[in-house]
């Protein structure tokens, strides 16, 4: 998980508003337990895309699992 840390961080130097960076970033946030940092890109992918596109759908659904599965 650390080089992937890296690289999305990379990623996301490159080009701030790489949807799929930002999303795969927000998902890793959840493995890593950093709920903050995964609805930060969410807001992130709000402001890019609204929230209709894939990519702020797809994080929305996996922050409600983890939020749904801490709640346990």
């Known amino acids: ?5 890296t690289y999305y961080r990379r990623a996301l130097a490159l080009d701030s508003k790489h949807r799929g960076a ?3 970033q927000g998902e890793l946030f959840l493995k890593l337990k950093q709920l903050r940092q995964a609805k930060s890109n969410l807001a992130k992918l709000k402001t890019i895309c609204g929230t ?3 990519e702020y759908q797809e994080l929305n659904e996996a922050i409600k699992s983890y939020e749904k599965a801490s709640k346990k």
């Open 52 to 54: 209709s596109c894939e």
């Open 22 to 24: 930002l999303e795969y």
């Open 1 to 5: 998980m650390k080089n992937s840390t």
